[in-house]
C-alpha cells in the first residue's frame, strides 16, 4: 500500500515511540515486575472488608464491629518536595531506585534533558524524605509527592530543559491535587541539618509560577522586636536546632552565603518570606 508523506512521517513517528517503548520495557522489565506485585499485594490489602490487622487491641470482638462506609478516596498528596539526586545521571538514578537494597525511590525524576520519568502512582508512598519536620508534620513520605532532579549537588547546574519540564509537571500536581502555594519545598527545608539539597535551586523562577515563596524585589525593615526563630518556625523550619534551621532557609532563600548566622540581610529577606505565611 502506498503511503503519503504525512502518513509516512506519522507512521515513522509511531514506530519510534513503540520502539522507544519497547527498549525501555525489556531493561526495566524485571523491576516494573516487581511493581505491579506489590501494587497487587497493596490492592489486596485495600480490598479486605473488614481490614486485616487493624482491631483494637484493647477492646474484645463484641464491642467493635465492620460498617463499610460509602464515603472515602485515595490518599491526596498535600506537599511536594524537590531534591537532587546527588549522582551523575538519570540512569544512575533510576538503577538506584531499582535496587531494593538502597530502601529509597521518588514520585518523578526530572533528566538534565527535560525528560521525566515517572516511577511511584501518585497515590502511593514514595520513600523519597527520610526523617525530619515542617510544620507539624513528621512524615511528608506519607503527605507529598517526591521529584528528584538529575543534578550531582556540586559542579552541575540545572538545565533550561530541566527546569521547564519540572514546572509543567508542577503545574499538573498544583491542579490535580490542590496543593497549596507554600507547599512546594526542599528537602533541605524539611531535614535541617540532615540535608542540603536542592542546592543553588532556581526557586524564584518557581515562585514567579506560583510554586513556593520567594521574596519581593522591595524588603522592609523589620521591627525592632522582630523574633526571627518565631518567623523560622511560623514558616515551617524545625527551630530544635537553630543553626540548622538557619542554614536551610539560607540554602533556600539567600544561596550565595549558607553560614548558620543571619546577617542583616537574611533578616529583610526571613521578614518578607515570613509575612507571606501570615
Not at 243 to 257: G, L, R
Amino acid at each position: 500500500m502506498l503511503i503519503r508523506p504525512t502518513h509516512a512521517k506519522a507512521a515513522a513517528l509511531v514506530a519510534g515511540v513503540l520502539l522507544l517503548t519497547n527498549c525501555s520495557s525489556s531493561k526495566y522489565a524485571a523491576t516494573d515486575k516487581v511493581y505491579k506485585n506489590m501494587a497487587k499485594d497493596f490492592s489486596k490489602v485495600i480490598k479486605a472488608a473488614p481490614p486485616v490487622n487493624q482491631q483494637i487491641d484493647s477492646l474484645n470482638s463484641q464491642q467493635q464491629y465492620w460498617v463499610g462506609t460509602v464515603n472515602m478516596g485515595m490518599r491526596k498528596p498535600n506537599f511536594v518536595v524537590i531534591h537532587h539526586t546527588a549522582q551523575d545521571s538519570t540512569e544512575q538514578t533510576l538503577k538506584t531506585f531499582t535496587i531494593a537494597r538502597t530502601q529509597v525511590s521518588a514520585h518523578y525524576v526530572v533528566g538534565r534533558d527535560g525528560k521525566v520519568v515517572h516511577m511511584v502512582n501518585d497515590y502511593l508512598r514514595a520513600q523519597h524524605a527520610g526523617a525530619g519536620k515542617w510544620g507539624n508534620d513528621t512524615d511528608l513520605n506519607s503527605s507529598s509527592i517526591g521529584i528528584e532532579l538529575d543534578n550531582n549537588g556540586t559542579t552541575d547546574v540545572f538545565t533550561d530543559a530541566q527546569i521547564n519540564s519540572l514546572c509543567a509537571l508542577l503545574a499538573t500536581l498544583k491542579k490535580k491535587y490542590n496543593i497549596p502555594t507554600a507547599n512546594f519545598i526542599g528537602h533541605a527545608d524539611y531535614a535541617p541539618g540532615r540535608k542540603n539539597d536542592p542546592k543553588n535551586f532556581p526557586w524564584k523562577t518557581l515562585a514567579k509560577k506560583g510554586f513556593g515563596y520567594w521574596y519581593d524585589d522591595v524588603l522592609q525593615l523589620p521591627p525592632a522586636d522582630f523574633d526571627t526563630t518565631n518567623a523560622l518556625r511560623i514558616i515551617g523550619y524545625n527551630v530544635k536546632n537553630l543553626n540548622y534551621a538557619i542554614e536551610a532557609f539560607k540554602i533556600h532563600f539567600v544561596q550565595t552565603d549558607i553560614s548558620q548566622t543571619l546577617t542583616d540581610t537574611d533578616k529583610l529577606i526571613l521578614y518578607n518570606v515570613y509575612k507571606k505565611y501570615l
